[in-house]
Every structure is written in structure tokens, then in C-alpha cells.
Nanobody, 118 residues
Framework: QVQLVESGGGLVQPGGSLRLSCAAS????????MGWYRQAPGKEREFVAS????????TYADSVKGRFTVSGDNAENTVYLQMNSLNPEDTAVYYC???????????WGQGTQVTVSS
């Protein structure tokens, strides 16, 4: 099992940046994949980005490619989501997730609100 705690959300103006953090309750070295989803009001939860520790493969949704960067710090057991050039369409609750193995059910954090508005 793993517990995930997100932080770093807030209110930012269009064009601004935020960095989200996801602290895991255990070493992330042996976690198969970690990443981020988001859910805007009235919409389904959607994939944002992920990182697989074996090889460090990162994957991004088309809507955030070139603007968002997912990374991890093994020493801190933390995954980050650096978000640049934010626009109002990025407004959502952002959820961290982790899968301990291939095909296993994900663990979720509690979510952190990101609001992009002038």
C-alpha cells in the first residue's frame, strides 16, 4: 500500500506557473508508475502525465505537452508536476496516483485545486 499527499495548488493568472508535489508514504523506487490526473467541474477525470521508474519513461496528454513536466525525487519519495503557461482550461482538481505493479488498481491522493483566472 501507499498513501499519497498532494500540495502546491492555488490560484494563478493565465500564463503563470505552478509546481504540484505528491509525497508518497513509502519509497517510490519500486512503484511501477506514478503520475497525475485532473478533473474539471462537470467533466470526467482525465489523464495528465505519468512517469515510470524503470527507464524513466514519461507520458503526457496532448493538451499539456510542452507545458507540463513530470519528475520524481527518489530521496524525497516525491513526484512533481511543473506546470507552465497555464490557461483557464487547466483549472481542475489535480490528483496524484500510483500503481504498484502492471495492471494493479491505482492509489489516489486527496487532490489539490488549481485555478487559472485573471
Amino acid at each position: 500500500q501507499v498513501q499519497l499527499v498532494e500540495s502546491g495548488g492555488g490560484l494563478v493568472q493565465p500564463g503563470g506557473s505552478l509546481r504540484l508535489s505528491c509525497a508518497a508514504s513509502r519509497s517510490i523506487r519500486n512503484i511501477y508508475v506514478m503520475g497525475w490526473y485532473r478533473q474539471a467541474p462537470g467533466k470526467e477525470r482525465e489523464f495528465v502525465a505519468s512517469i515510470r521508474w524503470g527507464g524513466g519513461t514519461t507520458t503526457y496528454a496532448d493538451s499539456v505537452k510542452g507545458r507540463f513536466t513530470v519528475s520524481g525525487d527518489n530521496a524525497e519519495n516525491t513526484v512533481y508536476l511543473q506546470m507552465n503557461s497555464l490557461n483557464p482550461e487547466d483549472t481542475a482538481v489535480y490528483y496524484c496516483y500510483a500503481r504498484l505493479g502492471i495492471g494493479t488498481s491505482p492509489y489516489w491522493g486527496q487532490g489539490t485545486q488549481v485555478t487559472v483566472s485573471s
